[in-house]
């Protein structure tokens, strides 16, 4: 049996069918969305339950037929059901432990982190094709890595390697992946609703790199800084130069704005034209893991310098006037819209909220107070942010309204008014109070945009 029909469970499902195993979905939901989804997968001779929320009264039917049960990353590994059925004696697997068993015959580029693991994952996948290496991207972004395992379940041509991007949620379920090159970007609190503590989200993040064959660290981030002495050999990357004789650099940036690998200098950093500086972490993140897989120093500088970004993390949109508009979407807590805000040109004007998550906001406060000139909130956590800024002796406006569309409407015309040099949707906020995901979120905002902007 498969928990929810989103991408990975679709996906779990097609691949158990195609090995043989009869297979049964349960979905809690029965919108139209659902509806469409069960009945492709009814036409591939698949069983849907919609309206089946996680209880052990959904499973009762086939109950004693039943092997295994497959769940999305949305669904929390100590589920009060899930424990019911374990004990049971009945298989719970996560699709990327499916996925796994299927596709480690190749080898994976496996990233991981709070912020800034999306952006590394699309830039070394742009940096493989620009230099003709066959590569999949997939995981938590792009295509499920069942999805993958089944369309490649099909083909003879194998591709060269797997970048995959891996959510705690995802790796939390599968703890036997082991790439052949792992990442960790960065560590700050995030998703504790769900892992409770921090030292909990790092063990989770932490076993992909002692699994991986190389590790790749961002020595500039605190928690992996303070922790290196514990973490597996690998090679660490900093923007802050070479590092110390005990803790050194392989990968760094000199103050002219040099990547250099063990002293050899490999490309200036200005080749890579998306804006902030976390993005020139990111850049020596990429280098270092194209390198181990083989790719030169001077075909990393030609692949990055036509490198646009990613859609949904400062995503560029165009100008009303002199007014840049940002899609940041994606930044869905504290840390990465503060890491936004502070990429952009300023007076910004800031359109924020959506599903708040636990996490300190007084860095992206202090931000706020130094940069932006307006706070546009929306969403189920408006009002709560409303307070919180309003408090820390922010002395904008800061306004809410109940909906995207509105939140844009009331930005504009305050951007007018104070002659911002930007407006950046950083929803600092999870999307699932109004939205399926941050990028339906995203495309919302383009939407809108769309007919006022100019290139």
């Given amino acids: 049996m498969v928990v929810g029909l989103g991408r990975s469970g679709i996906g779990a499902a097609k691949l158990l069918k195609e090995e043989g195993y009869p297979v049964i979905v349960i979905e809690s939901g029965k919108g139209i969305k659902f509806q469409r989804h069960a009945e492709r997968l009814i036409r591939k001779g698949i069983k849907v339950e919609l309206g089946k929320p996680l209880e052990l009264q959904s499973f009762k039917p086939w109950i004693n037929q039943l092997k295994s049960v497959v769940i999305s990353p949305a669904i929390p590994w100590d589920h009060e059901t899930l424990n019911k059925l374990r004990n049971l004696e009945i298989n719970i697997q996560g699709e990327m432990t499916l996925a796994w068993k299927r596709l480690n015959h190749l080898p994976w580029i496996g990233i991981t982190g709070t912020n800034g693991k999306t952006t590394v994952t699309h830039m070394l996948r742009h940096i493989f094709a620009e230099n003709h290496i066959q590569a999949l991207m997939g995981g938590n972004v792009g295509n499920s890595a069942a999805e993958i395992a089944l369309d490649l379940s099909t083909k003879v041509e194998q ?11 995802q790796l939390e379920t599968a703890p036997n992946i082991s790439p052949r090159i792992g990442i960790w970007t960065n560590l700050t609190p995030d998703h504790l609703e769900r892992h409770g503590t921090l030292k909990a989200y790092s063990k989770i993040k932490r076993k992909l790199l002692e699994n991986s064959q190389t590790p790749i660290y961002n020595a500039d981030d605190p928690y992996l800084s303070i922790n290196r002495d514990s973490m597996k050999n690998g090679l660490w990357v900093s923007t802050q130069g070479c590092g110390s004789s005990k803790y050194p650099s392989d990968f760094w940036l000199d103050k002219r704005g040099m990547v250099i690998e ?30 181990e897989a083989g790719v030169t120093g001077e075909k990393i500088k030609r692949s990055i310098n036509s490198f646009s970004g990613v859609p949904h993390r400062l995503e560029k949109l165009g100008h009303i006037n002199e007014l840049s ?11 990465s819209a503060e890491t936004g805000l502070s990429a952009v040109a300023h007076p910004a004007l800031i359109i924020a909220g959506g599903q708040v998550k636990e996490g300190d906001p007084t860095k992206w406060i202090e931000q706020l107070k130094q940069r932006a000139c307006a706070v546009v909130l929306f969403g189920s956590s408006g009002n709560h942010l409303k307070s919180l800024v309003q408090l820390s002796g922010f002395k904008g406006e800061v306004l809410y309204c109940k909906n995207l569309d509105k939140a844009v409407e009331i930005a504009l015309k305050i951007g007018k008014e104070k002659k911002a040099k930007s407006l950046l949707l950083s929803p600092a906020c999870a999307s699932f109070d109004q939205y399926q995901d941050f990028e339906e ?5 383009r939407k809108i945009m769309s007919p006022l902007l100019t290139s």
């Fill in 159 to 169: 591709p060269e390697w797997l970048i995959m991007e891996l959510s705690s949620y």
């Fill in 325 to 335: 508009v940002y899609n940041d979407s994606k930044a869905t807590n504290f840390e």
């Fill in 262 to 291: 063990k002293g050899v200098e490999l490309f200036h950093s200005s080749e890579l034209k998306v804006p902030g500086k976390h993005n020139i972490q990111n850049l020596l993140l990429a280098t270092a893991a194209a390198r």
């Fill in 441 to 445: 979120r995203g495309d919302h905002f």
